[in-house]
């Protein structure tokens, strides 16, 4: 669910600055908040993610589309498990396996924000399968 989220986030905005860096900043942020990150720990925190967040963004834009939708799940998840050691090194295991499960929050809280905007007319949810 996820992954189509983000998709559809990021999927009309090719440009790697503006809005992007933003949003990357402010995932950034909220992750360290929710995380409850010391000073130093955000310190070693930021560049890791920013790394993160770069190929992140790179395996959504490489991989668009439905047919693409298995390759694109399969790159986010190498992508998660090769940075996940990093992320326990800097704050410990429990905190460190929560920095996706962060993520995924910030995307769902900002494609809720998306969808909720004045003069935005949201698709009606499917019923059924």
């Known amino acids: ?21 933003k949003i990357r900043d402010k995932m950034n942020e909220y992750i360290q908040q929710r995380l409850s990150l010391s000073d130093a720990e955000a310190k070693k925190f930021t560049p890791v993610f920013l790394e993160y967040f770069k190929e992140w963004r790179k395996a959504l834009q490489d ?25 326990q090194e800097i704050l410990g295991e429990k905190r460190g396996n929560q920095v ?10 900002l494609r809720l924000l998306r969808q909720n905007r004045p003069g935005n007319n949201p698709r009606p949810l499917r019923r059924g399968g």
């Open 1 to 21: 669910m996820f992954l189509i989220s983000a998709v559809s986030l990021w999927a009309q905005d090719d440009d790697e600055d503006g809005g992007n860096e």
């Open 63 to 87: 991989n668009k589309g439905p047919e693409k939708r298995l390759d694109r799940e399969k790159k986010v998840i190498d992508l998660r498990l090769r940075y996940r050691g990093q992320f």
């Open 100 to 109: 996706f499960n962060q993520q995924d929050r910030f995307i769902q809280e």
